[in-house]
């Protein structure tokens, strides 16, 4: 079982933006989901858990390993996927992780090539081993991007943002890449999209501005909003006026007609009904400035 504490972490940038702010988390082995709208700090947390950024202040703790002064065996045990995957510009599949496995201390060049070959046929791409990374779909790219993140049987992988811009069927293999992932490690998955995190996670927590919103389960946090959610189809230019009178979490198109949730303990209006509350609501919720002012 292994274990990471994150305690009271800051980081400011230059420009004076507080990414994180007093941040404490407890995250322990399986699939954790790390839900949070762009800008609310999760790749500021991402990259200092992969020892990339030292924050201000804080300490993080891997199975009681000190990562931030103890980077170097932090970095034995890590898989990093990170937003942007940069490759230069002419490497092949096969070279790109012979090349990563060299970097993760893998010095055999038997066991190397062993390795190498086991990850890309387990990502599905061993026929296309000499092909440039370069010209791989987003899909692809991905896909050699969780081989690197698996190499030398990491403890902590880190995968941020992994599946924005990948159609259905890349986002379902690349989401069953990860589900493959041994017991004893912890995946940190962070994303701002909710379906990634209801089909894959045990465990999440929601960030925003820094700070974490909610950590608990997506079923414990949906109990939250139980009774609370109530639902209306209106007229688009109405939108306003409903902003204004009630808490309205979220507003979407469905079939071409506006559908707003509203939280509610009794039934808000006339026309509105009583919704089971989806990990989307609770995510408008716990993000949205007009609820957290409550
Ligand atoms: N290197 C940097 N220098 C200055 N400000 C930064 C830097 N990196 C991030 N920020 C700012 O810190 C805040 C948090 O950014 P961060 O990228 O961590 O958020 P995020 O949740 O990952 O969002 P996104 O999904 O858009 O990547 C944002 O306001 C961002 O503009």
Same mark, same amino acid.
């Given at each position: ?102 970097? @993760?201390? +893998?010095? #055999? /060049?038997?066991?190397?090539?062993? %390795? &190498?070959?086991?990850? !890309? ?5 061993? *026929? ?118 009630? @808490?309205? +979490?979220? #507003? /979407?198109?469905?079939?071409?007609? %506006? &559908?707003?949730?509203? !939280? ?5 209006? *006339? ?24």
């Amino acid at each position: 079982m292994s274990n990471l504490i994150i305690k009271n972490l800051t980081k400011t940038y230059p420009n004076g933006v507080k990414a994180l702010d007093n941040l404490s988390l407890e995250i322990n082995s399986g699939m954790f989901g790390l839900l949070g709208p762009n800008g609310a700090g999760k790749s500021s947390l991402m990259r200092t858990l992969a020892t990339l950024q030292i924050p201000d202040s804080g300490s993080i703790t891997l199975n009681g390993t000190d990562i931030i002064n103890e980077s170097e065996q932090l970095r034995r045990v890590l898989g990093y996927l990170p937003q942007e995957f940069g490759v230069y510009p002419k490497i092949t599949a096969e070279d790109l992780l012979d090349h990563m496995a060299i970097l @993760k201390g +893998i010095t #055999n /060049k038997k066991e190397r090539t062993e %390795t &190498v070959n086991y990850l !890309l046929q387990k990502v599905n791409l061993y *026929e296309k081993r000499k092909k440039a990374v370069k010209s791989f779909s987003g899909g692809m790219k991905q896909r050699i991007g969780i081989a690197q993140a698996l190499i030398g049987d990491p403890k902590l992988i880190i995968v941020d943002e992994p599946t924005a811009g990948l159609d259905p069927g890349e986002r379902n293999r690349f989401h069953n890449l990860l589900a493959d992932v041994g017991e004893n490690v912890i995946v940190i998955l962070s994303t701002h999209i909710v379906e990634d995190v209801r089909e894959l996670c045990t465990d999440m927590a929601i960030m925003n501005e820094g700070k974490i919103m909610y950590k608990g389960s997506p079923d414990n946090v949906l109990s939250e909003l139980d009774g609370l959610v109530w639902q209306k189809t209106i007229a688009r230019k109405d939108i306003d006026e409903y902003v204004k009178n009630f @808490k309205v +979490i979220s #507003n /979407k198109m469905v079939s071409g007609k %506006t &559908v707003i949730h509203v !939280l509610s303990t009794s039934s808000p209006a *006339e026309g509105f009904t009583q919704v089971e509350p989806d990990l989307e609501d609770v995510f408008f919720a716990k993000t949205s400035a007009n609820f957290l002012s409550e």
